[in-house]
């Protein structure tokens, strides 16, 4: 069974501090590991795919991150309005169908 | 592009009662998703429509849940009898392909159970 975890849970930072968020997975052959961001009510909003290991994606102050096992989302010098909850997913290449297995996700509170 | 409609946004009903959700897709997208996340949970699958056809139900918990999605356009998620573990957000997402960069999420229906 495809499982999906996510390190820490919570996460405080003082606006421009650096961090990373961890996930770590385990899949039947990976089709691909996705980024989303979720707002406060509202649906998870895309921000990455990844494919195979050592591939690296960036968007504005984030960079995604894969290797056989994890992915890291690494943020820089963030800001207030990066604050959400960032999910991680993976999609099997064969057995779960196109279903995402997702993780709990990280909650990231950035404080000016 | 008007995104991924739901509704209704919020939803209270009494145990044993029924409900409909509604997921109006994104115009074009064959591809409809129903993905649920329970308190403290992850957000789980339900299951998939390509068009009018049920692709994959593997994550239909019961047949107390019952999805159609009439004509290819929007999909329906009847839950009847409602039980307290039903309870939850039930997210759609549409897409034109499988892969899961080509998600566009609704902003959810949530429902309480009471």
């Known amino acids: 069974e495809d499982q999906v975890t996510q390190s820490p849970e919570a996460l405080r930072l003082q606006e421009g501090e650096s961090s990373s968020l961890n996930c770590s997975y385990t899949v039947s052959g990976l089709r691909g590991l996705f980024w989303y961001r979720q707002d406060p009510g509202k649906g998870p909003e895309f921000l990455f795919t990844l494919y195979s290991a050592g591939e690296e994606k960036e968007k504005e102050r984030l960079k995604a991150t894969l290797t056989k096992k994890e992915s890291f989302l690494h943020i820089t010098a963030p800001k207030p309005e990066d604050s959400a909850t960032y999910l991680c997913a993976v999609q099997a290449l064969t057995g779960g169908g196109n279903k995402l297995t997702f993780g709990t996700g990280t909650q990231l509170k950035v404080e000016l | 592009e008007a995104g991924v409609t739901q509704f209704p946004s919020h939803s209270v009903i009494e145990k044993g009662q029924t409900v409909t959700l509604r997921c109006d897709p994104i115009?074009?997208?064959?591809?409809l998703y129903w993905y649920r996340r329970v308190m403290g949970k992850e957000i789980k699958f339900l299951l998939h429509f390509v068009k009018e056809s049920k692709q994959d139900e593997s994550g239909m918990p019961n047949n107390r849940f019952l999805a159609e999605r009439t004509g290819g356009t929007y999909s329906t998620l009847k839950v009847q009898p409602a039980e307290l573990e039903d309870s939850g957000v039930y997210f759609c997402?549409?897409?034109?392909?499988?892969?899961?960069?080509?998600?566009?999420f609704g902003s959810g229906t949530r429902l309480t159970v009471v």
């Open positions: 997402a549409s897409s034109q392909d499988t892969k899961g960069y080509g998600y566009t």
């Open positions: 115009s074009g997208h064959d591809n």
